[in-house]
């Protein structure tokens, strides 16, 4: 059975730091795009970042504009990534969702797997 679980959410001031974690199981994800999206209240879920495999076995990092220069993905290995926030803002709080895929990593509709969500809360 894949699982692709996440932890790491939580409250933080408006300019504080926060890092998830998402560990895949269930099959191997080595040339999966492994992401984040996240989902605000009445907001459509949207792509914050993606490591997307390459051959060589090199994972490249993507960021949605709004989070560049804050945010960092990191693949720890085949089935862990990692996102550090930094300078968080009250507009980032949401439900934050571990994802993997294939495809253009920008495209709810190619990821296959999907978890069960982190919730991250800003305060001003």
């Known amino acids: 059975q894949v699982q692709l679980v996440e932890s790491g959410g939580g409250l933080v001031q408006a300019g504080g730091s926060l890092r998830l974690s998402c560990a895949a199981s269930?099959?191997?994800?080595?040339?999966?795009?492994m992401s984040w999206f996240r989902q605000a209240p009445g907001l459509e879920r949207e792509f914050v970042a993606a490591?997307?495999?390459?051959?060589?076995?090199?994972?490249?990092a993507e960021y949605a504009d709004s989070v560049k220069g804050r945010f960092a993905i990191s693949r720890d290995n085949a089935q862990m990534v990692s996102l550090q926030m930094n300078s968080l803002k009250p507009e980032d709080a949401a439900v934050y969702y571990c994802?993997?895929?294939?495809?253009?990593?920008?495209?709810?509709?190619?990821?296959?797997?999907w978890g069960q969500g982190t919730q991250v809360t800003v305060s001003s």
């Open positions: 269930g099959r191997t994800f080595k040339t999966y795009t």
């Open positions: 994802a993997a895929g294939r495809g253009d990593w920008t495209t709810i509709k190619n990821y296959d797997y």
């Open positions: 490591t997307r495999w390459s051959s060589g076995s090199v994972y490249y």
